[in-house]
């Protein structure tokens, strides 16, 4: 199709084609994610339809994005379009075969001189690969027009050469530790592998996790833990009550024998940091302390693990369950 022949297309359909000095797109706020890990899609509005506000936005959720959730923007209505995937995928309640494809936010208007964010979640499957590109196209609808960015680059082109682009994300390998955290001695204790699991933005309470051993002659009670990140941490039990599972504090802390090993894993015992000022992040290490009645309180530095990870990250290449 001649440029004339879209231009006059896009006009009758009432569509705004940006001109080739167009500065200012539909983009994704961040542009890169990690197979195997939750995304934060931000999708920012950065103008108008030539005077007019934005009423509509409509992301599109590629196919191995999986799980998609949006979140709700006051002002607007949030609905979703449910489709079956191409291949089945695995998630944190087992495989699933159908999802969110499409997010539509309506009923809001937003002014051509001012610029928005609409946000939704997803988790990146690993179909996607380091170095591959994860596209997310665009409508937007404005009183008697519109765009829509949605052009992906062919060979040879990129976002660069095209007037729509969809916006997009690259793939990346997580990052991983340097190396594993050596085993902390606190008196007759040997602490060992403190995590925590990454927790999505908004979450108020984060899992911890940590291996204890005895090797003294008398038995020492953890009886508290705290990292920064979170305002009180605890200690609970998780157990299984006539098919239900129940949780409930440890109030009298976990007491580790005279040559016993206590693990505290993900399904049993656990610590619990309630309150959180801020989401632990995968990859990274937050500092944080255990307390025991005997051994005092001891500084330890928590990894943190993907969200929903059965065990720690360990390099080089670490494991998560999803």
């Known amino acids: 199709m001649s440029r004339i022949t879209r231009a006059g297309l896009c006009v009758a359909l009432g569509f705004v084609l940006p ?147 969809a916006p997009s994300v690259r793939i990346v390998a997580a990052a991983q530790p340097d190396a594993a955290p050596a085993a902390i001695k606190a008196g007759d204790l040997t602490i060992a592998t403190p995590w925590l699991r990454a927790t999505p933005a908004g979450a108020t309470v984060a899992g911890g996790y940590v291996s204890i051993t005895n090797a003294g002659t008398v038995p020492d009670t953890l009886i508290a833990a705290a990292i920064p990140l979170a305002r009180r941490g605890t200690i609970h039990s998780m157990s299984m009550d006539g098919g239900v599972m129940r949780m409930a504090p440890v109030e009298a802390g976990l007491t580790i024998r005279p040559g016993e090993t206590v693990t505290l894993a993900p399904g049993g015992l656990h610590l619990m940091f309630e309150d959180l000022t801020a989401s632990p992040k995968a990859g990274e290490t937050v500092a944080g302390t255990l307390t025991f009645a005997r051994a005092g309180t001891v500084p330890v530095t928590f990894t943190v693990a993907p969200i929903g990870a059965q065990a720690p990250a360990a390099p080089p290449a670490g494991h998560a369950h999803h």
């Open 19 to 165: 001109g080739p000095g167009a500065f200012a797109h539909a983009t994704l706020d961040r542009k890169e994610a990690s197979p195997n890990a939750a995304y934060r899609g931000v999708v920012q509005i950065n103008h108008g339809c030539d005077g007019r506000p934005t009423t509509r936005v409509r992301v599109t959720i590629p196919e191995g994005m999986v799980g998609a959730k949006p979140m709700p923007k006051p002002g607007w209505q949030v609905t979703t379009t449910r489709g079956a995937y191409a291949r089945p995928y695995q998630s944190f309640h087992g495989m699933v075969s159908e999802g969110v494809t499409a997010i539509t936010w309506t009923g809001g208007a937003l002014p051509d001189d001012q610029i928005d964010e609409f946000t939704f979640f997803a988790r990146v499957s690993d179909t996607f690969a380091p170095g591959a590109t994860a596209y997310f196209p665009v409508e937007q609808d404005c009183d008697g027009g519109g765009y829509r960015w949605s052009e992906i680059p062919g060979p040879g082109q990129t976002a660069r050469d095209l007037k729509s682009p």
